[in-house]
């Protein structure tokens, strides 16, 4: 401590530790099932985990790989984008490789905004969009997602989003599939988003990293809209898609000016990362539809499994269209502090799971909400589900 000034930056001192490591932390203390932090407890498909392993004995990617990702990656990003949504992206200007989907985040905010500059989110949303923002000097505006008992799902309010666009609004940042809600937007609403993009001037960065976790409706990238290539930032993720969230490979894809920007403050973060498993991620986005596929059968099982367990024990169940995690609203239990209650959830039942409003800036919106992760075995399920039976 210096002359008494605290230590951390004031623009970051207000989000702390976070939710996710008290709970980790409570659930390794108290032996009980982790439903909070959205990590699979499998490990992705075996020939790209082979094609780690090869990549490190022929010494590919053990030195510093190239800055904007290794070629047969950034070439199989483009390949992949082009195969599912027609978008056509050059991988030598119009793709780069990041140290995750959180790096891309943060680069691409960092990047593209100045001080002052109004950045408006949808909460809930991720924790790491209010960090980012903040550590650029800029504005955070969010429009929030509202549940509707009567259909148990989240809605975007379209004209709430268009209210909040004011002349210092610089850029939109998008999440769908959406991560906690489960909601996926639209091509309607995307194209109310990017008819208003289009008109006020704002860019657009896309968090689509649970593109592949779809259940109902469809996957659509804001980018294959008209008018928002050339505006949009579109972010990517192998964790969520392939289970290996340790690896930390995502991307961004987005037209040379904007990967150009963009890579001018990545380069600042990271450098480069994850060399070996890059060359691996190139070969898993070739997998065949069939990979895909299966996945979302396995999941939309484990969301079934979990939801209507989560309603046997008397939670109010929003089931998700997209992602692996499932808000619930714990007022039919008697219930209404989400924190109190997912803190003392691990002693009472052996389960943790993770309070809504930490996503949200108003907390009172998702005070009584918690959020469950399904991205688990059958048999972990089935016991958390017996579990929270007790309750």
């Not at 799902?153 to 609004?169: C, F, G, K, M, Q």
């Not at 190139?282 to 939801?307: F, I, M, N, T, V």
Request: proline share 7%; charged share 25%.
């Amino acid at each position: 401590m210096t002359q008494g000034r605290p230590l951390l930056n004031r623009r970051l001192a207000e989000f702390g530790t976070t939710i996710f490591a008290e709970m980790s932390a409570l659930a390794v203390r108290t032996g009980s099932i982790n439903l909070g932090q959205g990590f699979p407890d499998t490990d992705g498909p075996e020939e790209v985990r082979e094609a780690a392993v090869r990549a490190l004995r022929d010494g590919r990617g053990n030195q510093y790989p190239p800055g904007p990702g290794v070629p047969e990656l950034r070439t199989a990003i483009a390949d992949h984008q082009q195969r599912r949504y027609g978008l056509v992206h050059d991988p030598d200007t119009e793709v780069l490789v990041t140290a995750g989907a959180t790096e891309a985040i943060a680069a691409s905010l960092l990047a593209l905004l100045e001080p002052g500059d109004e950045v408006i989110a949808l909460e809930p949303y991720y924790d790491s969009y209010a960090a980012c923002i903040a550590m650029a000097g800029a504005v955070r505006v969010p429009v929030t997602l509202r549940p509707e008992p009567s259909t148990r799902a989240y809605r975007l309010d379209l004209d709430e989003l268009r209210a909040a666009v004011t002349p210092r609004t610089r850029l939109i940042l998008l999440n769908t599939p959406h991560n906690p809600t489960g909601t996926v937007l639209t091509r309607e609403e995307l194209g109310a988003i990017a008819a208003l993009a289009i008109e006020r001037d704002l860019l657009v960065v896309t968090d689509e990293v649970y593109e592949h976790l779809v259940f109902e409706g469809e996957h659509l990238p804001l980018a294959s809209f008209p008018g928002m290539r050339e505006r949009t930032v579109t972010i990517g993720s192998a964790g969520k898609t392939y289970s290996f969230t340790g690896w930390k490979v995502g991307w961004i894809t987005a037209s040379p000016e904007l990967v150009s920007a963009v890579r001018s403050a990545k380069q600042f973060l990271t450098y480069v990362s994850a060399g070996p498993f890059q060359y691996a991620v190139a070969e898993a986005l070739r997998l065949p539809d069939s990979y895909y596929d299966a996945l979302c059968a396995e999941l939309r099982a484990g969301r079934d499994l979990l939801s209507d367990g989560l309603t046997e024990a008397g939670f109010e169940v929003y089931r998700p269209a997209g992602t692996y995690f499932v808000t619930t609203d714990i007022r039919p239990l008697g219930e209404s502090d989400g924190f109190a209650f997912c803190r003392a959830l691990p002693e009472r039942c052996g389960v943790v799971a993770i309070p809504n409003a930490v996503f949200y800036d108003h907390r009172e919106q998702g005070a009584p909400f918690v959020r469950f992760a399904f991205c688990k075995r059958k048999g972990v399920l089935e016991e958390a589900v017996d579990r929270l039976k007790r309750l």
